[in-house]
């Protein structure tokens, strides 16, 4: 509706010179309040401030904490994507002066996190601003090479004259677990397509394969060849003195300086008043913020909401799905808290909601997933192809990982950006199970064998052939093999089939790069895995402008599953139908219970808080479901499962 058809209506000439006057000055507020709190949040930072990260014992993220992480001021758990927007807001931001980090122990950051971290850095310091690092050490009795490939992106690196740099050769030793189980009278049975997919190869291998070796190697040598074209750029010294840097590491702080590894050796309290030197400016007129308080104050770069007038133009939508998909892929719910995990119901959901969504242009996936079950990742697969038939664009945005089912569920999107480190591909399959009865005889476990024929007749062939094929107890024989490798076969054909579909590329170019293998994204690029490099804000970019969406308009961007408080889920209990369930994205009862299990973390054990909470059933009967079964599962020893539980062991 315009405003000319508003006065057609509502003739305002026709009212009373009071009633204009308000009626002006609501219509003046309604415009002007928007960019009356652009100001308040620009000026909400004092002239000289000097951000702050400190990243020591901090656990870097995709998934934001749950809202028990929040109540309780967890502040060990950062939010990538916070700590980039926050960099990048800062860097436009003519009040900050400066940006100072901290690290030490505890730096456990993924390569790739560390790539797109280091890129906004990068970014910030391109802005003309003052980047410093001080570290308590590079790497005690450990090698610190990823801490200080992020670290070498800084202006300068300062360390105490305890402090060392150790920087070593890439290294991995692979453990095979194989003899492990055989004490534990566990047997691995298990298939793979093909001879790359390696992960089968650390339960039934005792050394490297051929084609592991090869992969190893390869992965191994790219990323040192990154990490040290990044070093060699940002400290401007020579790819060969950086080489013979790291066979000659670990350095102390002296010989660090000497090599030009970093830029002095001071104490913590030493690089601040350093730091007020070098912006020549009183300790006294200087203003220290926390990133994380930082993006508070000045507020998400793409969470304003659409002022409603501008919502009133025919057509016009700015808003952008952010899905974030972190974890193992599996059926029912996804987990939350320190260890997510994407269930193909909440994704599935989450999807059926913005699909009916007309003001949702577009959507992108943010992957982060070692893979997972075929059918899960082929069930959300589905909904993004939907989406897209319902008009959405789709942009795929990987993070540290997205392999095998994490490739599966993104590949049909428009566009797939990854770091260069991202470790993706891995397009295989692995099928099998593990033969548990040695173990169970070891714990005296027995079990005696009984089937829906005569009671005292063994059955045929054909019967014994299907009803022991996912049993744990019972070997395959060559006909279950046989089915084993067949179903094998279909989903490998399956997953190629498909890559070689939506990325536009033959069959037999899919076969050269499947067969199981993991790439990293520059290597991905390379062979039109992915279509350009680059992080989470670039993803959005990369949305924004294929749904047509105008480049000088910050999108409004929603982040889906929308939080469900957990007040409502007490008061609103499970949902009543399938609409409201899809409509709050996840299964309220059951996230209840992950984030109660937060608590018992902090006051002990779960078993406990469990018992604490049962009294609280009365609430709601969906309450008292949930805590019993949580109850139950607790006090189930492990060794009976495992003995009883006829499951198949299947991995992307």
Request: hydrophobic residues 40%; contains cysteine; positive net charge.
């Amino acid at each position: 509706m315009s405003l000319a058809r508003v006065g057609r209506h509502f003739p305002i000439h026709k009212l009373p010179h009071r009633d204009k006057v308000a009626v002006a000055v609501t219509l003046a507020s309604l415009v002007l309040l928007p960019i009356l709190k652009k100001l308040k949040k620009f000026f909400a930072i004092r002239n000289n401030t000097i951000l702050e990260l400190d990243l020591r014992d901090k656990l870097i993220v995709d998934t934001p904490p749950s809202p028990i992480h929040e109540i309780f001021g967890e502040d060990h758990i950062f939010v990538l994507s916070e700590l980039v927007e926050a960099l990048d807001l800062a860097a436009k931001n003519k009040n900050i002066r400066a940006l100072i980090v901290r690290v030490g122990k505890g730096f456990e950051v993924e390569y790739a996190n560390i790539q797109e971290l280091r890129n906004a850095v990068l970014r910030f310091k391109s802005s003309g601003k003052i980047t410093m690092i001080y570290a308590d050490t590079f790497g005690e009795l450990h090698n610190a090479v990823g801490l200080y490939y992020f670290a070498s992106v800084f202006n300068a690196i300062y360390l105490p004259p305890s402090g060392t740099v150790s920087i070593q050769h890439l290294v991995s030793d692979v453990p095979f677990i194989k003899g492990t189980l055989e004490k534990l009278g566990l047997s691995a049975k298990l298939g793979q397509r093909r001879e790359y997919k390696n992960f089968a190869n650390t339960l039934t291998e005792e050394s490297l394969t051929p084609a592991h070796r090869e992969s190893t190697h390869s992965l191994l040598t790219t990323v040192f060849q990154q990490i040290v074209d990044g070093i060699s750029v940002d400290r401007n010294l020579d790819r060969d003195r950086i080489i013979s840097a790291f066979s000659k590491s670990p350095f102390p702080a002296s010989e660090a300086l000497r090599e030009g590894l970093i830029d002095g050796i001071m104490y913590s309290d030493e690089v601040y008043d350093h730091l007020h030197e070098t912006l020549d400016l009183s300790p006294k007129k200087s203003h220290f913020l926390f990133a994380k308080s930082f993006l508070k104050t000045v507020g998400r770069r793409y969470q304003n909401k659409t002022p409603f007038y501008i919502q009133l133009a025919p057509n016009y939508s700015r808003k952008i799905a952010l899905i974030i998909a972190e974890g193992d892929i599996h059926l029912g719910e996804g987990g939350k808290g320190d260890s997510p995990s994407i269930g193909s119901d909440s994704l599935v959901a989450t999807l059926k909601v913005i699909i009916k969504d007309p003001s949702i242009k577009a959507i992108v996936l943010r992957v982060n997933s070692r893979g997972g079950g075929y059918v899960p990742s082929d069930l959300i697969y589905h909904e993004i192809v939907r989406a897209k038939k319902a008009g959405k664009k789709v942009v795929a945005s990987f993070g540290n990982f997205a392999a095998s089912g994490g490739y599966f569920i993104a590949m049909a999107a428009d566009k797939i950006l990854a770091q260069p480190g991202t470790l993706t591909g891995s397009i295989g399959v692995i099928y099998g199970k593990f033969l548990t009865k040695e173990l169970c005889k070891k714990i005296g476990i027995t079990h005696d064998f009984a089937w829906n024929g005569p009671v005292d007749s063994r059955p045929p062939p054909e019967n014994y052939h299907s009803g022991t094929f996912y049993s744990t107890l019972h070997d395959y024989d060559e006909r279950q093999l046989r089915t084993r490798e067949d179903l094998l076969d279909l989903m490998y054909e399956d997953f190629t089939n498909r890559v070689a579909q939506n990325r536009g590329l033959s069959r037999n170019q899919v076969e050269d790069i499947a067969k199981g293998r993991v790439w990293l994204g520059s290597q991905a690029l390379d062979f039109g895995l992915v279509d350009k490099l680059g992080g989470l804000d670039d993803a959005i970019r990369e949305a924004q402008q294929l749904s047509g969406i105008p480049l000088n308009v910050t999108p409004e961007v929603v982040v889906y599953p929308k939080p469900f408080s957990l007040l409502q889920k007490i008061l609103k209990g499970p949902p009543k139908n399938s609409e409201e369930k899809q409509k709050r994205g996840s299964g309220g009862v059951m996230s209840l219970v992950q984030n109660f299990g937060v608590i018992g973390s902090w006051l002990g054990t779960f078993k406990m808080v469990s018992g604490m909470l049962t009294s609280l059933g009365d609430l709601q009967p969906a309450l008292k479901v949930a805590f019993a079964q949580t109850q139950s599962a607790l006090k189930s020893s492990d060794a009976e499962l495992l003995c009883t539980a006829p499951e198949m062991y299947m991995k992307f």
